[in-house]
């Protein structure tokens, strides 16, 4: 692996406290994460991102924390934690963490210094307006959920800012304070060993709000800064940020010193997502044609993080009305599925109709294209979710390991789960497992286990250039290719349901000894790149040549 690893990284992301639980107290747990290391070693991960782990009132799934220097005590300790990164690191494993310090919980003990008195040290750390600002039902994150963004506070006797829910009081970042104590959270934790962060609500962070500007101004320079603090700290860490702005915005959040990224290092593809799922409902590559056209050039270093499905709702926000309509009557017709109408509250297995076929074309699509993978844990396995839980707790169900009671995450009575199981239907644990897929060498879990390998070995796509080739192909099929020291792949998809043949003879001059190294079924020999054959929703992954010395 190169000196960049998080661009040829696998990256799985999972909460504790719904992966495993090895204290029979109903609550996953660090110890029972450690016990499954050797599983995501086998399934070929390489970084762990993990949701929050702080302390927390657990209003927002831990995007509230109380304390950004401990570990919750559901979770285990401290000392727990440094055994995972042991542990992981010991399989070639390395362990990010969510930084969320766009806000604090209003639990925390900054903030409650902060609102009982003006002269409290804290009450700078906060963002206050005296008067009622005429914005205060403006820029709200969570619309439906959540009527302002300016909530008055008695005790305090002001008005304080919160991006997303009340109880989630926005730092205020124009305090050097508050800057030199992100320093020193990322500080702390990179001591212990982590490998970086996933950075939430990024844009936010950077906010310096003024009561009555709903567009106040961005202090990117805090990025830098922090950008570098974090590379002194430790050299090969990573920021991997939340940043779902337009995006022509998103390079300013990359950073270019001298055509290096000097700020961000990975951001979510948060506009791939929509347009993968657009181009999903729709059969028709086309959106994802124009991402590769209209991406940027990124400075080097600056890798993008490509996902299907996430823990939050999928954001529909950047698609346009007929787009979005579109997704929606694919994906999410009816109104329990959606979130407020803003985004899918489901993940990927039934929102394509546990169709086999389409999921192995979905993630191979995911795979194939610029940036690094993120995979949410049960992804592999093809879970489902749970409707009757309210808001994105529909995604958030325990891991399903096996036919045991409550799927084998917990021995706790049903009662004392963190979240109920799923245990009915076409999703439920006693049909959706780890155990029984892991002794089927034709699973979902065992293709995921293939893919990721043949990912491994082909680097060229993580750290080359990836592009849209222009090949006659037939409507429905994206014909792509990733060019790089390590040699070149072309990637065929079929989003249509049609058998076709797409002619790659212009390619021919470039093929070395061409093979499938991933496809849908066996195609026989490759040959000459005349008219390949594909069937309906397949896809093909073809090593057209080794780069010189590979
Ligand atoms: C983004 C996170 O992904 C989401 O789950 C959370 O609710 C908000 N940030 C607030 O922290």
């Known amino acids: 692996m190169g000196d960049r690893w998080y661009s040829e990284a696998v990256v799985y992301c999972l909460d504790v406290d719904t992966y495993v639980d090895s204290d029979g107290d109903g609550i996953g747990d660090l110890r029972g994460l450690i016990g499954r290391l050797d599983y995501l070693a086998r399934l070929g991960v390489t970084c762990i991102w993990l949701n929050p782990i702080h302390p927390s009132p657990n209003k927002d799934d831990g995007y509230d924390a109380t304390d950004f220097y401990a570990v919750d005590p559901r979770l285990g300790t401290l000392g727990d934690f440094a055994e995972l990164l042991h542990q992981a690191q010991n399989r070639g494993i390395r362990v990010i963490i969510d930084l969320v310090v766009n806000h604090t919980s209003d639990q925390h003990p900054w903030f409650q210094s902060a609102r009982s008195s003006p002269d409290s040290p804290y009450r700078d750390w906060y963002v206050w307006s005296d008067t009622e600002p005429d914005d205060r039902h403006q820029g709200m994150v969570f619309p439906g959920e959540q009527h302002e963004t300016w909530s008055y506070d008695r005790t305090a006797k002001a008005w304080y800012y919160h991006r997303f829910y009340r109880f989630q009081p926005d730092l205020n970042i124009d305090n050097p304070k508050v800057r030199e104590e992100i320093k020193k959270i990322t500080s702390f934790w990179l001591q212990l060993g982590v490998a970086g962060f996933r950075m939430d609500a990024v844009p936010f962070i950077i906010e310096q709000t003024e009561p009555g500007n709903p567009n106040s101004p961005k202090d990117f320079e805090f990025l830098t800064e922090l950008r570098q603090h974090v590379q002194w700290r430790r050299g090969d860490a990573v920021l991997l940020a939340e940043a779902n702005v337009e995006p022509d915005q998103l390079s300013v959040y990359f950073g270019d010193g001298g055509g290096s990224s000097n700020r961000i290092h990975m951001l979510f593809d948060f506009m791939l997502n929509g347009r993968l799922m657009l181009a999903l409902a729709r059969e028709d ?8 056209r209209d991406t940027p050039k990124l400075p080097m270093g600056a890798q993008w993080a490509t996902f299907l499905r996430n823990h939050d709702e999928i954001d529909l926000s950047r698609l346009t009305a007929d787009q979005r309509n579109d997704v929606l009557a694919a994906f999410g017709p009816t109104e329990e599925m959606q979130l407020y109408g803003r985004g899918i509250r489901r993940r990927l297995a039934p929102m394509l109709g546990n169709d086999r076929r389409r999921l192995e074309l979905a993630y191979a699509l995911q795979f194939s294209l610029r940036g690094t993978p993120v995979l949410r844990y049960g992804e ?30 917990s021995t706790a009575e049903e009662e004392k789960l963190v979240r109920p199981v799923i245990d009915k239907g076409e999703f439920g644990y006693q049909k959706v497992n780890v155990t029984a897929q892991r002794s089927d060498p034709r699973s979902l879990l065992a293709w995921f286990e293939r893919m990721i390998r043949t990912l491994r070995e082909a680097p060229e796509i993580g750290s080359g250039s990836t592009s849209h080739i222009d090949v ?7 014909a792509h290719r990733a060019d790089g020291p390590t040699g070149t792949m072309v990637f065929l998809h079929n989003l249509g349901t049609d058998d076709v043949e797409v002619d790659l003879s212009t390619l021919e001059a470039e093929a070395d000894l061409p093979i499938d190294v991933l496809s849908d079924r066996g195609y026989g020999e490759l040959g000459k790149l005349g008219a390949i054959k594909l069937s309906g929703h397949g896809y093909r992954w073809i090593r057209l040549c080794r780069g010189q010395g590979f």
Not at 285 to 292: G, K, V
Not at 387 to 398: F, W
Not at 472 to 478: F, K, M, R, S
């Open 472 to 478: 006659p192909a037939p409507a429905g099929v994206l």
């Open 285 to 292: 590559p086309e959106t994802i044609i124009d991402a590769l």
């Open 380 to 409: 592999e396995i093809g879970m489902g979710e749970d409707l009757s839980l309210p808001g994105r707790e529909a995604i958030r169900t325990p891991m399903q390991w096996s036919f045991k009671p409550n799927a084998g995450f």
